[in-house]
């Protein structure tokens, strides 16, 4: 099975900054295990444009869709045996990263 696992930081109480040690150890894990398929940390909200194309002509607006105090600051897809492997794995990533993790299956 196929998990999307989404990074969540908060604007008014972030996670610390100095993980990226951490991080990169239990990435490394992750490799070694046959669990990784792609992982990438996103840009501040900040650099996000939204596109709305269902009218007339496309709507282009500066910013992230929903402005909230947490907000999505990186994402993993892992492939994991059982839904159990993979919220594991996320009670490891959240404690390696410093920030809550959201875990979803691909349908």
């Keep these: 099975m196929r998990f999307l696992v989404s990074v969540i930081d908060d604007k008014s109480n ?6 990226q040690p951490a991080i990169s150890e239990f990435n490394e894990r992750l490799i070694a295990d046959g ?37 999505l600051a990186g994402v993993w897809v892992w492939e994991a045996p059982t839904l159990e492997v993979a919220l594991k794995l996320a009670t490891e990533a959240s404690k390696a990263c410093d920030r809550k993790i959201e875990v979803r299956p691909f349908q």
């Design 35 to 71: 669990y990784w398929v792609f992982a990438g940390g996103l840009a501040d909200t900040d650099a996000a444009t939204v596109i709305d194309n269902r009218g007339d002509r496309p709507v282009l607006t500066d910013g992230p869709y929903l402005e909230s105090k947490e907000y």
């Design 14 to 19: 972030p996670g610390s900054t100095d993980r």
